[in-house]
């Protein structure tokens, strides 16, 4: 039997990278798993036939995450196809880059949509199906705490307000039992940073460790916090990073 047999969770971007790892470990540890995705509807498919492969429920629904209503409806949506909810993973997320003195107002305000916002939104939508014992867990990053080189402001601020709303929500929602933690990566090797990238090298100088992250590290935390052994972790940021912010 899984940690996490007979549960129901929500990825939101979980059609590649750390969050298709993480709803394929959801799945691995029994759950149902509905995932989220903008554009990319085959790869979103690939995730719910592996989910299904291992016996599971799995459902995809295409939301943008800066589309506040979407996104609502995509939690209510996986809540009444799957049976409920028990896991909220905030996942989904872009990284344009830009100095402050180059990157415009409009790649800006998206950033904030997408990062903030609809952490904000996927989390108010998820509480009115979550039951007592219900996790919501969200992906930072070690650049919401440092930032160790320039073009980040963006990412950088919108990665620090998660933390702080997390535990804010740990707070508003301790009483009913419903825990909220931030899980923080450092350099993780996806399409959006691979390993051979053009930018791996300064990223494996900050490492203690010498590598990235797979997806697969970031989404073995995830279903610790999400199972039995997650019951007492709230309010708090795990950082997955190799050592980066050491």
């Known amino acids: 039997m899984g940690s996490l047999d007979g549960k129901v969770a929500l990825v939101t971007g979980g059609s590649r990278g750390i969050g298709a790892a993480i709803a394929r470990k959801l799945a691995a540890e029994g759950a149902h798993v509905a995932v989220t995705y903008e554009k990319s509807a085959s790869r979103a498919a690939e995730v719910v036939a592996s989910i299904e492969g291992l016996g599971r429920k799995g459902l995809a629904l295409q939301a943008d995450s800066a589309d506040a209503e979407a996104l609502t409806a995509a939690v209510d949506q996986a809540a009444e196809a799957l049976g409920g909810l028990d896991v909220l993973v ?23 949509a997408v990062n903030v916002r609809a952490v904000f939104v996927a989390t108010q939508a998820a509480v009115r199906h979550l039951p007592a014992g219900g996790r919501i ?14 073009g980040m402001s963006a990412y950088a601020a919108s990665k620090a307000a998660v933390v702080g709303m997390s535990r804010a929500f740990a707070r508003d929602l301790g009483s009913r039992g419903i825990t909220s933690v931030v899980v923080q990566p450092g350099p993780t090797d996806t399409d959006m940073n691979p390993a051979d990238g053009p930018r791996a090298a300064s990223s494996l100088a900050l490492s203690a460790v ?31 990073d190799g050592g980066v912010n050491a």
Do not use: C, K, Q, Y
């Open 137 to 150: 867990i969200t992906i930072g990053s070690t650049l919401g705490e440092r930032v160790p080189g320039p």
């Open 210 to 240: 010498g590598r990235h992250a797979s997806p697969e590290d970031l989404a073995a935390t995830v279903a610790h916090v999400a199972g039995a052994t997650g019951a007492f972790i709230t309010g708090s940021v795990i950082a997955v």
């Open 90 to 112: 905030n996942n989904a997320g872009i990284f344009p880059r830009g100095t402050v003195d180059e990157m415009n107002l409009a790649d800006f305000d998206r950033t904030l």
